[in-house]
T-cell receptor, first 112, second 113 residues
């Protein structure tokens, strides 16, 4: 069935270090992927997205990598800051399917 | 400022009562969505609407109802038939479907007492 899963439920990173959050998906038809950040008690905020015709996309301090061969997605956050502490979700959809499927989420904690 | 507004932020309901959660957007987006989030879990889709006066069931629609009479508004009613309604409810909108960035509201936390 269709599912999006995360390898690690929690991740602790020293402030200033880089962090990598991983996500696996099972639907080979998925062609659009998004990373969201959710702070406690708030709605998810868009971080970055990538379409299946790309392998890598960069934003401000963030990079998303897509490996379609193994159906794997990762979010890299460079030089982490205390404000990066949050739960990060990956989500996927495909053309013609008007639904985003979300993973469980990874809680990222930045250690001062 | 453009965005999505959910109200109220916190809602308490007695068992057996229906309750309606509000979601309004001024982004001129065609599509709107309702998700439910339980602690430590991802978001699950309840209902979605791609155009006015039309909506579809998501993965967990039982015990919920929606309406889309105006483009800007997509209220969600949690009925007494929903067996476990205590959760965090999130409304989202996209310009024209889910293959683009979804904007989320700040959520409504519903507690059944």
């Amino acid at each position: 069935g269709e599912s999006v899963g995360l390898h690690l439920p929690t991740l602790s990173v020293q402030e200033g270090d880089n962090s990598i959050i991983n996500c696996a998906y099972s639907n080979s038809a998925s062609d659009y992927f998004i990373w969201y950040k959710q702070e406690s008690g708030k709605g998810p905020q868009f971080i970055i997205d990538i379409r299946s015709n790309m392998d890598k996309r960069q934003g401000q301090r963030v990079t998303v990598l897509l490996n379609k061969t193994v159906k794997h997605l990762s979010l890299q956050i460079a030089a982490t800051q205390p404000g990066d502490s949050a739960v990060y979700f990956c989500a996927e959809s495909y053309f013609g399917n008007e639904k985003l499927t979300f993973g469980t989420g990874t809680r990222l904690t930045i250690i001062p | 400022d453009g965005g999505i507004t959910q109200s109220p932020k916190y809602l308490f309901r007695k068992e057996g009562q229906n309750v309606t959660l509000s979601c309004e957007q001024n982004l001129n987006h065609d599509a709107m969505y309702w998700y439910r989030q339980d602690p430590g879990q991802g978001l699950r889709l309840i209902y979605y609407s791609q155009i006015v006066n039309d909506f579809q069931k998501g993965d967990i629609a039982e015990g919920y109802s929606v309406s889309r009479e105006k483009k800007e508004s997509f209220p969600l009613t949690v009925t007494s038939a929903q067996k476990n309604p205590t959760a965090f409810y999130l409304c989202a909108s996209t310009l024209d479907g889910m293959n683009t960035e979804a904007f989320f509201g700040q959520g409504t936390r519903l507690t059944v007492v």
